[in-house]
């Protein structure tokens, strides 16, 4: 099994050869044109098959609806942690910054289309990939859309900043298109609670207690064990995404 790459996206501090490998980017301010020829040239070869899973259940807390209490949407983007993790290393972005975007523009539906045909996970619209150079037979693959929201944001967060916001809400506004409050503060919440370890073992257990039965591949799990088998067998499938040649990508330290 792949290496479980998701727990450094909240839990274990960067490794030697990630830290080795950010001494040597380049340091520089891209321009648009830049940023588009940064497009990672990205195909799919099955070496893991999709996980099949049984008596998987949805993990809600009981109550009036709120996003601080759809735990199922952090769980779903979690799948994809390992390559929003890639992707802020490779363009400088604060941690869990793409994935928090992620889980609130789709909350981890890679087929997700909004009514403005915005598509994937990252919910990219035909302007941003083209500028991107995403062509539409590509904007679905997920790495792909993930890597062209990193360098939407890494280029808007290159931006003066709007008057009166962080560097990064004014990436996350100019990304969604306007400073909108109700976005804004999703986003916020679902970045500090993904860098927060005790709030996450409390998702961690609220799923491993709410899935007693589950089974995975025709294995039943332990309980102390649902919650990361769950997401390790997901995130392995982006290997068939060409994870393993994106992390071979250089990085590049962009500055801001």
Known sequence: MVG???????????????????????????SPNEYTRLKP??????????????????VRIPGPYSFEKDLEKIILGLRYANITTAVENRYSLPRHSLLAIL???SAGDEFAV???NARGLCQIIENTASMFGVSQDEILHRIINIDCAGRLLAYNMSLEPIPGLSR???????????????????????????????????????FNTTNEDLIVNG????????FKT?????????????????????????ER
């Open 4 to 30: 479980i790459y998701f727990e450094l996206a909240w839990i274990v501090p960067e490794t030697e050869e990630v830290q080795e490998q950010k001494q040597k980017t380049v340091q520089r301010l891209l």
């Open 41 to 58: 040239d990205l195909g799919y070869r099955e070496i893991y098959p999709e996980p099949i899973m049984r008596n998987l259940e949805s």
């Open 103 to 105: 889980i609130t523009e």
């Open 114 to 116: 909004s009514t403005s």
């Open 168 to 206: 990064l809400k004014s990436g996350t506004a100019r990304y969604y298109g306007e400073n909108n409050e109700n976005y804004q503060r999703k986003f916020q919440f679902y970045m500090e609670n993904l860098s927060d370890p005790k709030w996450m073992s409390k998702l961690e257990h609220k």
């Open 219 to 226: 294995n039943k799990i332990q309980k102390n064990k649902r």
């Open 230 to 254: 769950f997401i390790a067998v997901y995130q392995q499938v982006n290997y068939n995404y060409e994870l393993k040649e994106y992390l071979d990508l250089p990085l590049i330290r962009v």
